[in-house]
């Protein structure tokens, strides 16, 4: 029973993170490499909150939020001056400068990183998988919520043709800040979980390896979708335990499958036209196509 508990934490915090990134990446069009980061200043600003100054878990959410979002507003200015693969480089490289930060800072811990996490009196895992879960439906509503919106609406459009969408009179400066403040912010509110979840944080477990990973499950489910967003997490996440009897030969099955995928289905498990049939308008090799 524990260890299906830990999973479903696990799971849940995966989803949350990639929900989170896909706001930024499948909403927005924004490539970012380094959103394991924010949840490492979020995991941080609780670890620091309750160890250095004697601070309720519970109050730890609001500060990770605002310090994960004011981080992720920094980043965010980034993408107004630098584009596509420069953004991406340039948000890899605010990554590797957080766990860098982390990591040889005596005042985060360095290397030791900051042990002796626990949850308050009242929650354990059970509880804890629920707030996790909580946070997971939390963040879909915010996402389900984002793209009926005129800002989802500017999202998608500068997704699709930032200069056309400015020619249209989108502030997308407004709208591309919007974007990472929302995602960094929700990335940061999985920290505490995470941290006291592990009992322990450490620079390097929001490293690059980490930021990768979320981003292949926003692609292999889908992105710019909700539904792509948390099959991606959910199945990427619970295959390492899957090819667990298999090993020493599990990441090269893993990879294989993702290969495959990508081969089949580009646009994701469950993308924006992955579930579109024969026949329907805008599909090549229809039976119909839409009107010019």
């Known amino acids: 029973m524990y260890y299906y508990v830990v999973v479903g934490i696990a799971l849940a915090l995966y989803v949350t993170l990639t929900l989170s990134l896909n706001i930024i990446t499948g909403y927005g069009g924004q490539p970012t490499l380094g959103h394991a980061a924010f949840l490492g200043v979020g995991a941080y600003t609780a670890a620091m909150l309750m160890t250095r100054a004697g601070v309720s878990w519970w109050l730890t ?23 596509e693969d420069f953004l991406a480089i340039t948000t890899m490289g605010v990554g590797f400068v957080v766990v860098a930060v982390f990591q040889y800072t005596p005042w985060f811990g360095g290397v030791m990183g900051i042990g002796g996490l626990v949850p308050p009196p009242g929650v354990d895992k059970v509880a804890l998988l629920l707030i996790a879960t909580g946070l997971a439906a939390f963040t879909a509503l915010v996402s389900w919520w984002l793209e009926r919106s005129w800002a989802g609406i500017a999202l998608r459009a500068l997704r699709d043709d930032e200069a056309a969408a400015e020619a249209m009179g989108a502030d997308t400066r ?12 929700l990335a940061g509110l999985a920290g505490p979980i995470y941290a006291v979840h592990l009992g322990f944080v450490s620079g390097p477990d929001f490293g690059f390896h980490f930021s990768i ?38 990441n090269l099955v893993y990879g294989g499958l993702l290969i495959l995928m990508m081969l089949i289905r580009p646009t994701g498990l469950l993308g924006v036209t992955s579930l579109r049939l024969p026949g329907l308008p805008g599909r090549k090799g229809g039976i119909s196509r839409a009107a010019p």
Not at 61 to 83: C, E, I
Not at 231 to 250: K, M, N, T, W
């Open 174 to 185: 407004r709208f591309k800040l919007l974007a990472f403040v929302i995602g960094t912010g």
């Open 61 to 83: 959410f609001p500060a990770a939020f605002l310090t994960a979002a004011l981080l992720g507003l920094v980043v965010g200015g980034a993408s107004l001056r630098v584009r």
């Open 213 to 250: 990973t979320l981003l292949t499950m926003a692609v292999f489910g889908g992105l710019g979708t909700i539904r792509g967003a948390v099959a991606g997490a959910v199945i990427l996440g619970l295959a390492p335990e899957v090819f667990r009897f298999i090993s020493d030969y599990r």
